[in-house]
């Protein structure tokens, strides 16, 4: 491999990590602070990236503004969808044993899925690249690399920037930590846990709605989607270590390296790099690198 | 705030449930502004429970809780710590995530009367030993150090009524004398407060009213020091 090759896949494994942690960040919270194992995160995924494809006609005609719009306006619909799922579903799960959130929210995938088939149909459909970002960046006379994937590795740093600050530096970090760590003391402090809660998963699914979204034209969209980032982000979290945030950046930067390399060096036993790191390292360490509170 | 009631704080009848066990059978309490009323009674008596279905926690609940006249019978807990109340639990509630600094302005917010004098500095300089500590998370505390803490982020959420419930458990004698100290001085600045311990003499010497409950009842109930001279409070507390 020559560097120029190294750098490129070292840029797409930066790239597949990060998106892989926007999504698996929600589902470590919502597990680490309401305790609820939500087999439909992958689902937010695919609506996310499905919404990216079936929105874009409907900006275009009405806003303009191409493929911005529809990341604006699917990131506003996508707070709203989680907030009123959190009301309308996830709340009664609170107080629930995991066998009846892992029910639930299974049930809640084979609903995302057949509304998927009656809306949008079963077929993989391309989303475009925004015209700006488009070209191209020369790394060598052959290689070059594509503007849009360093824009999507960029908005990510930027997006993780910004959910570490509000995490550690503000009040609403402060108390989502708090929550996580006693429930009953936080509400007898004034806080309506009940109001952060919601707040904490419509937060949790617009990350894996907009995660969804700006991968939809680097990966199309298809059926099934979501599930397959649904397993690999319950891996994430495992590694990380279940319910921190710090863990699930770390080890969805190591499987986005894990998985690239992995299929780069040895293309055979690309499908099991992933679980293999796994193992090892809850062989080294049971409860993940990095285990919360 | 503005209302007619003179008591903070009117409990009548309260009733409550962990499952089916009737574990509160009727109690009456009344807390005046800036008074002090110490809750006395055996381990299992329903001291603890009294205070969590006051503070709206103990869900499986009958009888009418008021504070500042204002009905909160049915209240969340989040509302009756909003209406001015403050909880300082047993086993003292610190976030152990939480760093020292983050504990204590997580919840800082203006009392009900707009009133703000607790502040972060002035909290820190009523317990020192805190300052040392502010980078440290909760759970590398002394329970010296946490109980000062669950204090002091009590009191810089303004509150018109503060509740200990067993504050000094498990600490040493001279850090005992210190928490005595500073309950005393929230005794002075006109904050109410409702205080549960062990030790019941000191109980009663920094009270001005007494409740001693049996099991899930009232059995006494008057000024402190009535309270202190009934022949029936030993054998009520079993000392």
């Known amino acids: 491999m020559d560097l120029t090759t190294f750098l490129i896949q070292c840029l797409n494994a930066l790239q597949y990590g990060l998106l892989l942690f926007l999504v698996a960040s929600g589902l470590t919270l919502i597990f680490g602070i309401m305790g609820v194992i939500n087999l439909a995160h992958g689902s937010f995924y695919m609506i996310g990236a499905y919404m990216a494809y079936a929105l874009a006609p409907a900006i275009e005609s009405s806003l303009g503004g191409g493929f911005f719009s529809v990341l604006l306006v699917g990131l506003v619909l996508s707070v709203v969808i989680g907030y009123v799922l959190e009301w309308a579903f996830y709340s009664y799960l609170y107080d629930r044993d995991h066998l009846q959130q892992v029910l639930m929210t299974y049930g809640l995938i084979l609903v995302f899925e057949e509304l998927r088939s009656l809306l949008v149909g079963d077929d993989v459909y391309g989303v475009q690249i925004p015209e700006i970002l488009a070209g191209s960046v020369p790394l060598s006379e052959v290689m070059t690399y594509p503007v849009y994937r360093l824009f999507v590795s960029a908005l990510c740093i930027a997006l993780v920037a910004g959910m570490f600050y509000v995490f550690a530096r503000t009040r609403l970090g402060m108390m989502i930590r708090a929550g996580a760590s006693n429930r009953e003391m936080v509400q007898s402090l004034g806080i309506d846990i009940n109001f952060l809660y919601r707040v904490v998963f419509a937060a949790g699914f617009a990350l894996a709605a907009f995660a969804g979204m700006v991968a939809a034209p680097v990966s199309s969209v298809y059926p099934g989607m979501g599930n397959e980032v649904l397993i690999i982000c319950f891996v994430v979290v495992v590694i990380g270590g279940i319910g921190s945030i710090q863990g699930a950046l770390v080890a969805a930067l190591l499987i986005g390296f894990v998985d690239t390399f992995g299929k780069v060096i040895v293309p055979d036993a690309a499908g099991v790099m992933v679980y293999l790191a796994m193992a090892v390292i809850l062989l080294w360490k049971p409860d993940g690198l990095f285990k919360a509170g | ?239």
């Not at chain 2, 009737?22 to 502004?33: E, F, K, M, P, T």
């Not at chain 2, 009294?50 to 049915?74: E, K, N, P, W, Y």
């Not at chain 2, 005595?180 to 009213?209: C, K, Q, Y």
């Open chain 2, 1 to 239: 705030m503005a209302t007619q009631s003179e008591y903070l704080l009117e409990a009548e009848g309260i009733h409550a449930w962990y499952g089916s066990s009737h574990v509160l059978h009727g109690i009456d309490l009344r807390i005046a502004r800036g008074q002090t009323v110490g809750l006395l009674g055996r381990n299992g008596m329903g001291k603890s429970t009294l205070i969590r279905t006051l503070l709206g926690h103990v869900t499986q609940r009958d009888g009418h809780i008021a504070f500042f006249g204002r009905d909160c019978s049915r209240s969340k807990p989040h509302q009756v710590a909003r209406m001015g109340v403050a909880y300082v639990p047993e086993g003292r509630g610190v976030f152990p995530n939480l760093t020292v600094r983050e504990n204590l302005l997580m919840s800082a917010r203006p009392g009900t009367d707009g009133r703000a004098d607790w502040t972060y500095e002035r909290v820190l300089d009523r317990f020192p030993r805190l300052t040392e500590r502010l980078t440290n998370l909760g759970n590398q505390l002394s329970g010296g150090e946490q109980q000062m803490l669950s204090i002091g982020r009590a009191l810089m959420t303004h509150p018109d009524l503060i509740i200990l419930d067993e504050a000094t458990e498990g600490l040493a004698p001279l850090i005992v004398t210190e928490i005595w100290n500073v309950i005393a001085d929230i005794r002075e600045s006109g904050i109410a407060t409702l205080i549960v311990d062990r030790d019941f003499r000191r109980v009663l010497a920094h009270s001005d009213h007494a409740l001693v409950l049996q099991k899930g009842l009232s059995e006494l109930a008057g000024p402190a020091a009535d309270v202190a001279n009934d022949p029936s409070l030993t054998g009520l507390l079993g000392v």
